[in-house]
């Protein structure tokens, strides 16, 4: 699976943003979707994760209520709205695919990770 980011950007703080990632293959629906995040001198971190059902979604503690992780098994995409954006949400974001078809769940370590994308600078001004 070959991922392709977008739609990063610059911003102010409160602001929104929308990224996506386009996977290409036939088998995106067997695969689990993520984004994580990489702030300068810091580890990558999980921010949001989908089923490849999109019936279970779950959230780091610090998007949860601003974020929203949504996928279309038809277009082969993930997406990630980003609402309420602070100086903090600073970071390249990467999403993310692991193989787990079957019963709906997600992964939410980078090294359960299968594929990567390239990732997507988002800065938030304050």
């Known amino acids: 699976v070959q991922l392709q980011a977008s739609g990063g950007g610059l911003v102010q703080a409160g602001g929104s943003l929308g990224l996506s990632c386009a996977a290409s293959?036939?088998?995106?629906?067997?695969?689990?979707m993520g984004w994580f995040r990489q702030a300068p001198g810091k580890e990558r971190e999980f921010v949001a994760a989908?089923?490849?059902?999109?019936?279970?979604?779950v959230y780091a503690d610090s998007v949860k209520g601003r974020f929203t992780i949504s996928r279309d098994n038809a277009k082969n995409t993930v997406y990630l709205q980003m609402n309420g954006l602070k100086p903090e949400d600073t970071a390249v974001y990467y999403c993310?695919?692991?193989?787990?078809?079957?019963?709906?769940?997600?992964?939410?370590?980078?090294?359960?990770?299968?594929?990567w994308g390239q990732g997507t600078q988002v800065t938030v001004s304050s």
């Open positions: 993310a695919a692991t193989f787990l078809p079957g019963r709906p769940r997600v992964r939410t370590t980078a090294s359960e990770v299968d594929f």
């Open positions: 293959g036939r088998t995106f629906s067997s695969y689990a």
């Open positions: 989908i089923s490849w059902s999109g019936d279970t979604t």
